[in-house]
């Protein structure tokens, strides 16, 4: 009986220690880097209260971006990875998608949104252009991108890239 009891709470111990081993109570992002926490408490004069937000960013560096050209403009999708770089973003290289758009728009993978925003509004796209990835995305992989951005014609015309068709 002794021995019975001794086996099963030795059982339940090392149960325990694995199972934290492969569930840690901190979780890591998405790419498996570090992210950074941002707590923002703003006054509210009239009610006298206040609010606090937090929100959860990763580094650009370890944010890698595809970016795919779905325009008829040459060399669209290396121009927006140009004026994506400086920024410091993972670029992956760039890549044509699989169908035509009519109009550019950044995709990201969960956890991945304002990092998708902050893309879109340097590029100069509007909010309604930034939306979760699904398999409809007119991308053949997103690979190991975390955000992905479809080049349209509206996006292609701003670049320096040649018109000519593809």
């Known amino acids: 009986m002794v021995r019975a009891l001794l086996v099963l709470v030795l059982f339940v111990v090392v149960t325990v220690l694995v199972l934290s081993e492969i569930h840690p109570a901190t979780t890591k992002a998405a790419s498996g880097s570090a992210s950074e926490s941002t707590t923002t408490t703003i006054q509210s004069k009239p009610a006298h209260h206040s609010t606090t937000t937090t929100t959860t960013t990763t580094p650009p560096g370890n944010v890698p971006v595809l970016v795919a050209n779905?325009?008829?403009v040459n060399g669209a999708a290396a121009a927006v990875s140009a004026q994506l770089k400086p920024a410091g973003w993972a670029l992956l290289p760039p890549t044509n998608a699989s169908t035509e758009v009519t109009a550019s728009h950044v995709y990201y993978v969960a956890g991945f949104k304002p990092e998708a925003d902050a893309?879109?509004?340097?590029?100069?796209?509007?909010?309604?252009?930034?939306?979760?990835?699904?398999?409809?995305?007119p991308i053949s992989s997103i690979g190991t991108a975390e955000v992905a951005v479809v080049v349209g014609p509206d996006l292609a015309d701003k670049t320096s890239a040649s018109s000519t068709p593809s």
């Open 70 to 72: 779905a325009s008829r």
């Open 119 to 137: 893309i879109a509004s340097s590029l100069q796209l509007p909010a309604t252009s930034v939306g979760p990835y699904t398999t409809a995305a």
